[in-house]
């Protein structure tokens, strides 16, 4: 077929389908930089830095100061005065008037207590005391807060090294081996607190 | 070969701009993309977090190094290079033994706003350039409350309660000192006139580990005599002079001292039934150390009867405080619950 | 025609720097995310409260029964050791050595991450 013949400038054809170089080649980039852009833009995810882990900062910092503030002696040490030992070796030595209800709500109050006066109930704990004796190690459970926990929630577990009185027989013991009474024994208690 | 004819292609033109105009909306694609980063926010946690552990766990720095930060008055506040609240029985010595423990002589001064008062958002500002250590200006809330109790007016910058921010609890105890309260009814005599003294000796005091021992030189000492009414004298008891004596006298407290509870009525005066004793902390400072001993004397004239004639009382021994037996109380340990949030 | 006509080519040249621009910013951006994470990571992996309990430990068992110390002391390391060993998953030594005060204690923790080494001198008995 004949070429349709237009208007001839300088001797030259002004329109003719010799390829359209630039054109080509502009689409073709333009395309390849929308391609990138929005694959780039669909892959990363940006969220505010410190995520996960801050959260296991922060209740792992709570969780061990409620235990060093539970284990530290409100009374003074003297041997003519009242006996050093803290409300927490008193609570797991089951000692009169510091039974299990009392390190539950002890424990609780610190946890919980804001300075807005909201308490903030969303945290939850088991704790469960550790001992070792002979070449063992056995845990018994202690304590919670009632709530079971799904294992989907940030959990952390903080632990405290306590000094304990094995009381004598009368007094419900610690029933931990080898039930020596008077024995001063040496037991970790484990507390996994989490977020519900 | 050139081409300078000066011509340009319709080929070009339109390869060209459709290039631009896809160049131009992947610009603006990638400015939504920073939308979510700020680099701003990035360290609020890590300075919430650090500031926490400076509060709770360190006593604080001054250049002056022999008193602790808080015993400096307003005029000397620049000294402070960086508050602490720990309880800490020498200066320069930490307060490791005990963490969380807090002092409360310098929690009162730490929530005081005519010590150091908060301008907004600026470094200078004495929370932002003594504990929080920042490159940039912070909106920070500082707030203690006893757990079960009343709370500290909080330290902020800010009016309101900001959307996101970094954030650390932190639970405490704080030792408050105790009072000493004598009944005179158990330290009568029936010698008018006379003289009652309270020993102090230092070494006692201090013989227990921190921070269970009493401490004079930091703490505020507070002394009550109550139910004076119940000397049995033929007049009211004249109390004319309340001093502080160690081998003779030192120094008179009477400008200290408060009777029945009226702010103007000082020494020599009738009492009725109290006498207050009111020493701020680091009043002994400036001459007494760990081993010094004081006693502090009350002196009654006629014709009221007075307590405990010439002879010194027992000795004051630190105990629990019992209104029968002379005992220097311990201090409580007060739980409390303290927040930091920096935005 | 002789030759393919390249004369366009920096037209897609352009594109290509662009991407690779882009690529490079995002790679960027993703990092800066660790920021936060790993300040966070550091506190944890810390173990802060670990060689404050031991120390506490004890200086309770000190302070509560002066007398009897050295003998709890030496009778619990055992069960200290353990569970610190099984729980805590660090390395922990406790024994009385001699030294300036009437008891001297060594203490001495390792977790693998940090280690701790001190010797803890209790003068004052009554």
């Given amino acids: 077929m004949a070429p349709f013949h237009s208007c001839r400038v300088g001797g030259e054809d002004m329109v003719n389908d010799s390829g359209q170089l630039y054109t080509i080649e502009g689409l073709s980039a333009a395309i390849l930089m929308i391609v990138t852009a929005y694959i780039i833009l669909s892959t990363t995810t940006l969220f505010t830095p410190g995520g996960a882990h801050v959260v296991d900062l922060q209740l792992e910092q709570l969780g061990n100061d409620a235990l060093t503030m539970m284990d530290t002696p409100d009374s003074a040490p003297s041997p003519t005065f009242l006996p050093f030992k803290s409300n927490l070796s008193k609570y797991i030595e089951n000692d009169t008037g ?63 090294l306590v000094l304990v009185t094995v009381p004598a027989s009368g007094n419900p013991p610690l029933t931990i081996p080898p039930f020596i009474a008077n024995d001063r024994r040496y037991v970790l208690i484990e507390v996994t607190l989490w977020r519900a | 070969m050139r081409n300078d004819s000066g011509l340009l292609s319709i080929d070009f033109i339109a390869g060209f701009t459709i290039f631009m105009i896809a160049f131009i909306v992947v610009i603006t694609m990638i400015s939504g993309y920073f939308v979510g980063l700020e680099s701003r926010t990035i360290d609020n946690d890590a300075i919430a977090y650090r500031t ?288 930091v949030k920096i935005w | 025609m002789a030759s393919l006509n390249d004369e366009a080519q920096w037209l897609i040249l352009l594109g290509l720097i662009v991407c690779v621009g882009m690529f490079s ?7 800066s995310v660790l920021v936060g994470q790993t300040t966070a990571e550091s506190v944890l992996d810390f173990s802060k409260s670990d060689i404050q309990g031991l120390r506490g430990e004890m200086l309770r068992t000190v302070e509560s029964d002066p007398l009897n110390a050295k003998t709890v002391i030496n009778a619990g390391t055992p069960d200290i050791e353990r569970l610190y060993l099984l729980r805590k998953h660090a390395i922990v030594n406790i024994k009385p050595v001699d030294g300036p005060g009437l008891l001297n204690i060594s203490v001495h923790y390792n977790n693998g991450v940090t280690a701790y080494n001190e010797t803890m001198v209790f003068v004052n008995q009554t």
């Fill in chain 1, 98 to 160: 510091f039974g299990d209800q009392y390190f539950r709500s002890n424990l609780t109050n610190y946890i919980r207590t804001k300075t807005n006066g909201q308490p903030d109930t969303n945290l939850q704990f088991t704790a469960n005391v550790t001992y070792s004796t002979g070449s063992v190690v056995g845990s018994v459970p202690f304590n919670s807060s009632g709530q079971m926990m799904t294992g989907r929630e940030h959990a952390v577990t903080v632990s405290r």
């Fill in chain 2, 52 to 339: 926490g552990v400076i509060l709770v766990e360190d006593p604080g720095y001054t250049a002056n190094s022999q008193t602790s930060w808080e015993l400096n008055d307003i005029d000397h506040t620049f000294n402070i290079l960086r508050f602490g609240l720990a309880y800490s029985d020498d200066p320069l010595g930490a307060s490791r033994n005990y963490p969380n423990i807090l002092s409360s002589s310098k929690v009162s001064k730490f929530f005081n706003k005519t010590y150091f008062p908060t301008r907004n958002n600026a470094v200078s500002d004495d929370y932002q350039s003594r504990l929080m250590f920042g490159d940039r200006p912070y909106w920070y809330n500082i707030s203690l409350c006893e757990i079960g109790g009343s709370c500290y007016p909080p330290a902020t910058n800010a009016l309101g309660d900001p959307q996101g921010y970094g954030y650390i609890r932190r639970v405490v105890k704080i030792r408050e000192p105790g009072i000493v309260n004598i009944d005179a009814y158990y330290h009568n005599s029936s010698v008018a006139g006379g003289t009652y003294e309270i020993p102090m000796n230092f070494s006692a005091l201090y013989s227990y580990s921190a921070p269970y021992l009493v401490d004079p030189l930091q703490d505020p000492v507070t002394i009550r005599i109550n139910n004076i009414s119940s000397l049995n004298a033929s007049g009211l008891p004249h109390l004319s002079q309340v001093s502080l004596v160690e081998s003779a006298p030192i120094q008179t407290l009477d400008e200290f001292v408060t009777i029945d509870g009226v702010p103007s009525k000082h020494p020599p005066n009738d009492v009725v039934n109290t006498i207050d004793l009111t020493l701020e902390p680091g009043f002994f400072k400036s001459y007494a150390s760990k081993s010094s001993n004081f006693k502090i004397r009350y002196t009654f004239l006629g014709p009221g009867y007075g307590m405990g004639g010439s002879t010194p009382t027992t000795n004051f021994t630190p105990g629990p405080g019992n209104i029968n037996e002379p005992d220097w109380p311990w201090p409580r340990f007060i739980p409390a619950v303290l927040e």
């Fill in chain 3, 25 to 31: 910013l995002a790679v960027i951006i993703n990092e």
